[in-house]
Structure formats: structure tokens, C-alpha cells
């Protein structure tokens, strides 16, 4: 607790299940909400070696501001990492002092945990000059980067501002998007929304197909499966299906949080592409959010630029496409606890980055002999 002249103003509050919902009405009402920082995120993530660990700072009872933190055990050089994605979560009545008192409560659970970090990777643009000098008063510093979208959330994004019409929305497309928009409605295919598990099973099936296709590792069935029980069950997600000749032929999740909606998973059948069915499910997805009254979708994660050279450019040509503005998030930043472990931990996240590049080549190499 925090006190002034004796009265109490601040205290913080490990939420449990009892407080879910006074927690995630917080989250979705914030300044910067984020599905990533529900509490329904942090019960998905627990069946992959994460405990999920929440914390609520109240002014006088009122909410003012939130975190969810992912707590993993390190086997090798002991302790624990906390992770927060996408968070922490500030309210419009949280001033500096009230952050400050937040933040050192939260260190006080990390050092109780036994952590050796907390890393996070906030909804903050590098524009944001004030936010992040003031993180780096708290003590966080930038954190190496693993991955091509700069970390462990993605640094790069588009995301589209849906304040407008429809039709303004489709004029500020490029016109070969627009073209191909329309290609896939004159084509026959149809989008709906997956109604059961059934659905999941389709959409999963092609996930898997287009993992192989283009080389990527997806997670266990069991995963969407809870997603879907989590999430699409209780229509804070949705999964988009695009038919064609009465056949699925791709599909999409998305994720609603607030006055955002995000695009988070995308598969594709590797039958029928040329009918450009995700030209399609990205628009329903739009007019979706829309229906929500969200005035942001965002696209997630596209590489830095769009050099040619980039085995992602043509990822970053289709999201652009849609007349949605490039981001750059502030990326990873981290607060260490105790030096020396946070080096080992740093000279092995290097030594992983290095080895998925080796596995990387190694898979390209194979596929050209």
C-alpha cells in the first residue's frame, strides 16, 4: 500500500479468478488494450510452460492500472523470467507517481518469484520519446532482438484506421488489393464465420498445410482448441473461413480487445490461390471490427522494409496494400534483477538466435539440392 498523510491511496492486487472480470473491463477501457494482456490470454499460455501471474494497482478502489505477467522457470542457469506481452497496462488516472508505485511492486514480486528479469514489449511507438525515456528511469533497457519481426512480439506492423467508410476505406487501398478484392467476390468465393470445432479442425488442417508450405512450426491442435473455448467461444475471436465451389480454402483468426481488432493466424490451402481468397477474409475482418466500433485493426507483424531481397517482402506488399500506415513498436525492453544471470541469459537467447539461423539455411540448402 501507498499512503499520504496517513490515507491510503494506492494499493496493488494479485488478481484471481473471482476478479477476472473487474480485471479484463479494465484492460478493454485502458488507454492502450490489448488481447495479450487478458486474462484469458494469460489461462491459454499456461498449457505451455507459462504461469501466468496478474497484478491491478487501484487509486482509492479504482482501477488505474494492470499487468499480466507470463512467468517461465530457466533450467539451466536457475530462477525465472517474467514476460510481459504487449504490456504493462496504464489507465487515464494513472500519473507518474502512481506508475512508479506500480512498478515497484511488480519488482517486488519478481524478486519474491525469484526472477531474473521482467521483459516487455509495450504497445509504445518509437515516437514516443517521453514514454520511453520514462521507461528507462524505471530501469529498463533494450533488449537484443530475436526473429525477422524484431522480437518476441512483432516490432513492425501495419495497422489501418477505421474510423472511415467502407468506401473510403476501399478508395485508400492500392488499386491491384482493390482489384483483387473484388476478383475473389466475382470468383464465387464466400466467407463465413467458423461455428463450431469442426470448423477449428478444417482451419487447422490447412494451417498445417501452409506451415509446411512455407516452413514455419505451428503449435499442437490442443492449443486452438483451448483458444477457441477461451476466445471464439465467448466472441472476443473470431475464425473467418473462405469457401470456394463449396470446399474451405483458407482461413484467418482475429482478435478483439477494446477498440481494436487484430489478425492473428492465416492459412491458406495450396489449392486455389488464384482466386485470392485472402484478399477477401482480410476485408470481412475489416467490416467486422467495424461492426465493433473499433477504430484500429491491426495487420501484426511485416519485416523492417520492403526490400525485394526479404524472403517477407511480399507479406509486407499484401498488408500495405490495404492503405494501412507502417509502425515501428519500441521492440523488447528489459529490467534486470541480478547482472550476472541476466548474461547468461543474454549470451544464450544469442546463442539460439545464431542456431535458428543454421537451421534456417540448412532447410533452404536441402530444398535447393
Request: glycine share 10%; aromatic share 14%; charged share 25%.
Amino acid at each position: 500500500m501507498g499512503a499520504i498523510g496517513g490515507r491510503v491511496l494506492y494499493k496493488v492486487h494479485l488478481i484471481d479468478e473471482d476478479k477476472r472480470e473487474m480485471y479484463n473491463r479494465f484492460v478493454q477501457t485502458s488507454l492502450r488494450p490489448h488481447f495479450l494482456q487478458t486474462y484469458e490470454w494469460g489461462e491459454l499460455k499456461s498449457g505451455t510452460g507459462w504461469r501466468p501471474l496478474r497484478l491491478m494497482l487501484t487509486r482509492d478502489d479504482t482501477p488505474i492500472a494492470a499487468i499480466s505477467l507470463l512467468q517461465r522457470k530457466l533450467p539451466l542457469i536457475g530462477g525465472s523470467i517474467f514476460y510481459a506481452p504487449r504490456g504493462p497496462v496504464i489507465g487515464k488516472g494513472c500519473d507518474s507517481e502512481g506508475e512508479e508505485f506500480f512498478w515497484q511492486e511488480v519488482k517486488k514480486l519478481g524478486r519474491k518469484q525469484g526472477a531474473i528479469l521482467i521483459k516487455i514489449d509495450p504497445d509504445i511507438t518509437v515516437q514516443e520519446r517521453d514514454a520511453i525515456a520514462r521507461l528507462e528511469d524505471l530501469g529498463f533497457r533494450p533488449a537484443q532482438s530475436v526473429g525477422g519481426f524484431g522480437g518476441v512480439q512483432p516490432r513492425y506492423v501495419f495497422r489501418l484506421d477505421i474510423t472511415k467508410t467502407e468506401d473510403e476505406l476501399l478508395a485508400g487501398m492500392a488499386s491491384k488489393t482493390r482489384y483483387n478484392l473484388r476478383l475473389a467476390a466475382r470468383r464465387g468465393v464466400k466467407v463465413r464465420t467458423g461455428e463450431n470445432k469442426d470448423d477449428l479442425q478444417v482451419f487447422y488442417d490447412i494451417l498445417k498445410e501452409t506451415a509446411e508450405r512455407d516452413r514455419f512450426l505451428i503449435r499442437d491442435y490442443s492449443y486452438f482448441k483451448k483458444m477457441w473455448d477461451l476466445f471464439i467461444a465467448a466472441d472476443t475471436a473470431r475464425l473467418f473461413l473462405a469457401e470456394y465451389q463449396g470446399k474451405v480454402i483458407a482461413g484467418t483468426i482475429a482478435f478483439h480487445c477494446g477498440d481494436r481488432v487484430w489478425y492473428l493466424y492465416g492459412a491458406s490451402s495450396n489449392q486455389h490461390r488464384n482466386v485470392m481468397p485472402n484478399y477477401l477474409l482480410q476485408w470481412e475482418m475489416i467490416r467486422w471490427a467495424k461492426s465493433l466500433n473499433c477504430t484500429v485493426y491491426d495487420m501484426r507483424g511485416v519485416p523492417p522494409s520492403g526490400d525485394p531481397d526479404n524472403p517477407l517482402a511480399g507479406l509486407y506488399r499484401f498488408k500495405k496494400g490495404f492503405g494501412a500506415e507502417f509502425t515501428e513498436f519500441i521492440g523488447d525492453y528489459d529490467l534486470p534483477f541480478s547482472p550476472v544471470r541476466y548474461f547468461l541469459w543474454q549470451w544464450g537467447m544469442a546463442a539460439y538466435e545464431k542456431y535458428l539461423n543454421y537451421v534456417k539455411h540448412k532447410q533452404m540448402g536441402q530444398e535447393e539440392n
